[in-house]
């Protein structure tokens, strides 16, 4: 049986969210995510699994190099789990910019 870590878990730790930080934009080998910290590169490659098995990245075979990548899909759980909140609090902001334009158009 797969063991698949609990996404939430993943992304609790400040490394491994800057790791997708830095693979949101472009692929990157093990090696060239490790130079951007002060750890080792099997402490880095540790982060990583931990992140492939999340289904958070994805990692593909280019020659003799393997190269990690963002996987929108395994994002996807995070975003479904926030949403409900944005939205909560887009409502409380636009609730509050109308109680703003209200006192300040009656202090006028």
Not at 25 to 33: E, F, G, Q, V
Not at 41 to 56: G, V
Not at 63 to 78: A, T, V
Request: one cysteine or more; glycine letters at 2%; hydrophobic letters at 35%.
């Amino acid at each position: 049986m797969k063991l698949r870590r609990d996404v939430f878990q993943a992304i609790a730790d400040p490394t491994r969210r800057t790791i997708i930080t830095l693979v949101a934009t472009s692929a990157m080998t093990p090696s060239a995510i490790a130079e951007n910290f002060d750890y080792s590169r099997q402490t880095i490659s540790k982060h990583i699994q931990i992140l492939t098995e999340c289904e958070i990245l994805e990692q593909e075979q280019k020659g003799r190099e393997i190269y990690y990548h963002l996987n929108p899909n395994g994002m996807k759980q995070i975003a479904d789990f926030i949403e409900p909140f944005r939205k909560l609090w887009d409502n409380r902001f636009n609730n509050l910019e109308a109680v703003m334009k209200n006192y300040q158009s009656n202090k006028k």
